[in-house]
């Protein structure tokens, strides 16, 4: 089978069950894309309901509870920031991945002797994201996973004996409200379910990376990049950290709740902010390390073959301009010899010794590190002004 008209129209976030449900709605269309048609879609499915049953229910903003929906982080961040950032990483993703593939099918990257493994690997991750079980199965998982982990480790307040907009506690009776029934049944397993459809399809092009690894790879020493012409992967593993940000602002609102409505301080929470952000970083970064022999290999080979270059062109260099041994033997290789050729021989050995064995670049770690960190930086604001803040942040620095 000839993959060359997958990899042309590639795009990760298509394909499956949901997808065919959205095409069937218009809300995905072959030439056209209505991201922000379905984020008010998906916001009216889910948080809509929510604000209209606790106004009439009177837990909008109704004195004698706890927590009313209003004033509650949790529902707004997910809903109205981490949902449409779902929806917005395909527009962000897609672009990045399908330039990756391409790349590989079309720059030489590939051997002769390895394309058919390449094709191979190529259709199987378009199998396993247009596999139509994949996203009934996802389903089903965030029914019944998504809301069992929310009652266990997301409503507090029901043993708190307080009454919230999704509760209400009359002495030991305790019972959902009509938003807190839609919440657990509606609200919870549709975002979940975009969580994790997102990470199966990051699964699946992380194993897609791996057989990518194990083939033969035609990389170049003294490609630009870096990288022996990897330096591309860089930015499309990047480009997940949209999905990340969206699940570090899931994490970073029930942190929120937590400080302001059970007495958690910064201090409390600091290390799992920082163990969250240090396990996304290493699970979009990760598959990048399955290239590192093929690069590590490379520049070896690179540094022996453009060393041992290096030292016939200096040697020449120096008998012409040193010596002044113009006719010796070699001498048609003299005359090409001067001093803008060592220049450039120079940067390109300077290129060489400095491949990465990582294929990624300081501004994408930057941007992702920006990324991950920026969901929780709100929360500073839970217990200091923005005039506290920068006064706090001023003396850490002078």
Same mark, same amino acid.
């Given at each position: 089978?000839?993959?060359?008209?997958?990899?042309?129209?590639?795009?990760?976030?298509?394909?499956? +069950?949901?997808?065919?449900?959205?095409?069937?709605?218009?809300?995905? $269309?072959?030439?056209?894309?209505?991201?922000?048609?379905?984020?008010?879609?998906?916001?009216? #499915?889910?948080?809509?309901?929510?604000?209209?049953?606790?106004?009439?229910?009177?837990?909008?903003t109704?004195?004698?509870?706890?927590?009313?929906?209003?004033?509650?982080?949790?529902?707004?961040?997910?809903?109205? #920031?981490?949902?449409?950032?779902?929806v #917005?990483?395909?527009?962000?993703?897609? =672009?990045y991945?399908?330039?990756?593939?391409?790349?590989?099918?079309?720059?030489?990257?590939?051997?002769?002797?390895?394309?058919?493994?390449?094709d191979?690997?190529?259709?199987?991750?378009?199998?396993l994201?247009?596999?139509?079980?994949?996203?009934?199965?996802?389903?089903?998982?965030?029914?019944?996973?998504?809301?069992?982990? $929310?009652?266990?480790?997301?409503?507090?307040?029901?043993?708190?004996?307080?009454? %919230?907009?999704?509760?209400?506690?009359?002495?030991?009776?305790?019972?959902f409200? =009509? /938003?807190?029934?839609?919440?657990?049944?509606?609200?919870?397993?549709?975002?979940?379910f975009?969580?994790?459809?997102?990470?199966?399809?990051?699964?699946?092009?992380?194993?897609?990376?791996?057989?990518?690894?194990?083939?033969?790879l035609?990389?170049?020493?003294?490609?630009?990049?870096?990288?022996?012409?990897?330096?591309?992967?860089?930015?499309?593993?990047v480009?997940?950290?949209?999905?990340?940000a969206?699940?570090? /602002?899931?994490? %970073? %609102?029930?942190?929120?709740?937590?400080?302001?409505? $059970?007495?958690?301080?910064?201090?409390?929470?600091?290390?799992?902010?920082?163990?969250?952000?240090?396990?996304?970083?290493?699970?979009?970064?990760?598959?990048?390390?399955?290239?590192?022999?093929?690069l590590?290999?490379?520049?070896?080979?690179?540094?022996?073959t453009?060393?041992? +270059?290096?030292?016939?062109?200096?040697?020449?260099?120096?008998?012409?301009w040193?010596k002044?041994?113009?006719? $010796?033997?070699g001498?048609?290789?003299?005359?090409?010899?001067?001093?803008?050729a060592?220049?450039?021989?120079?940067?390109?050995?300077?290129?060489?010794?400095?491949?990465?064995?990582?294929?990624?670049?300081?501004? %994408?770690?930057?941007?992702?590190? +920006?990324?991950?960190v920026?969901?929780?930086?709100p929360?500073?604001?839970?217990?200091?002004?923005?005039?506290?803040?920068?006064?706090?942040?001023?003396?850490?620095?002078?």
């Amino acid at each position: 089978m000839n993959d060359s008209g997958k990899s042309s129209s590639f795009a990760l976030s298509t394909g499956g +069950l949901f997808h065919r449900l959205m095409q069937l709605v218009r809300l995905v $269309e072959a030439n056209r894309d209505h991201p922000g048609r379905r984020i008010a879609v998906f916001i009216g #499915i889910t948080w809509l309901p929510l604000l209209i049953l606790t106004a009439i229910d009177n837990t909008l903003t109704g004195a004698g509870i706890k927590l009313t929906f209003l004033h509650d982080p949790v529902p707004h961040v997910r809903y109205l #920031i981490a949902m449409p950032l779902l929806v #917005i990483a395909e527009r962000v993703i897609d =672009p990045y991945l399908h330039a990756i593939v391409q790349h590989f099918g079309t720059s030489g990257l590939i051997s002769n002797d390895a394309k058919p493994l390449y094709d191979k690997a190529l259709q199987r991750l378009n199998r396993l994201k247009d596999a139509m079980w994949v996203d009934v199965a996802l389903f089903l998982l965030a029914f019944s996973l998504g809301w069992i982990f $929310e009652l266990a480790s997301g409503l507090s307040t029901m043993d708190q004996g307080s009454s %919230s907009w999704m509760l209400t506690v009359a002495g030991e009776a305790k019972d959902f409200t =009509p /938003a807190g029934w839609w919440f657990l049944l509606i609200s919870i397993p549709l975002l979940q379910f975009f969580v994790y459809r997102w990470i199966w399809r990051l699964i699946i092009w992380i194993g897609f990376m791996n057989r990518i690894s194990r083939i033969r790879l035609v990389l170049q020493p003294a490609h630009p990049d870096r990288s022996g012409g990897l330096g591309i992967l860089s930015r499309g593993q990047v480009s997940f950290g949209v999905v990340f940000a969206a699940l570090g /602002a899931m994490k %970073s %609102s029930t942190l929120a709740q937590e400080i302001v409505y $059970e007495g958690r301080t910064l201090s409390d929470i600091q290390w799992e902010v920082i163990g969250h952000v240090l396990i996304c970083f290493a699970i979009v970064t990760g598959p990048l390390c399955t290239f590192f022999s093929n690069l590590l290999n490379t520049k070896r080979e690179g540094l022996r073959t453009y060393g041992t +270059l290096g030292y016939r062109l200096t040697e020449t260099f120096h008998k012409k301009w040193i010596k002044n041994l113009s006719k $010796e033997k070699g001498g048609g290789l003299i005359t090409a010899i001067d001093p803008s050729a060592m220049a450039d021989y120079t940067a390109v050995y300077e290129t060489v010794s400095g491949i990465k064995l990582i294929p990624l670049n300081r501004s %994408s770690v930057i941007w992702l590190v +920006l990324i991950l960190v920026g969901p929780f930086i709100p929360l500073v604001f839970t217990q200091f002004s923005v005039k506290e803040a920068l006064q706090q942040l001023i003396n850490t620095f002078v």
